[in-house]
């Protein structure tokens, strides 16, 4: 299984991809608890434009303006 930084890259790659998701969609992609899921994205959030809606439509979502200049994929400490 992956380690917390790699499962946090990908949320993120998610994210940027899909542009919406749900904690409970992660949590079965990524084979752990939605609780993990949630721990997650609070470390995130300070570092990146998430944010959540609650209701039928809601889930996670990253800000439709975010466009990373960079590869998450170079793993150089940045969720350290």
């Keep these: ?3 917390t930084m790699n ?3 990908e949320i ?3 994210l940027i991809i899909r542009r919406h998701t749900t904690a409970n969609e992660l949590a ?3 084979g752990v608890s939605i609780r993990t899921i949630q721990y997650d994205i609070q470390a ?3 570092q990146y434009p998430i944010y959540t809606k609650p209701g039928e439509n809601g889930g ?3 800000r ?3 466009n ?3 590869t998450y994929s170079d793993g150089a400490g940045k969720f350290a």
Excluded: A
Aim: charged letters at 20%; proline letters at 8%; a negative charge.
């Design 64 to 66: 439709e303006d975010y």
């Design 44 to 46: 995130l959030s300070p």
């Design 12 to 14: 993120i790659n998610i």
């Design 68 to 70: 990373p200049h960079f």
């Design 1 to 3: 299984s992956m380690n």
């Design 7 to 9: 499962r946090r890259i």
């Design 60 to 62: 996670l979502f990253i």
């Design 28 to 30: 079965q992609e990524l």
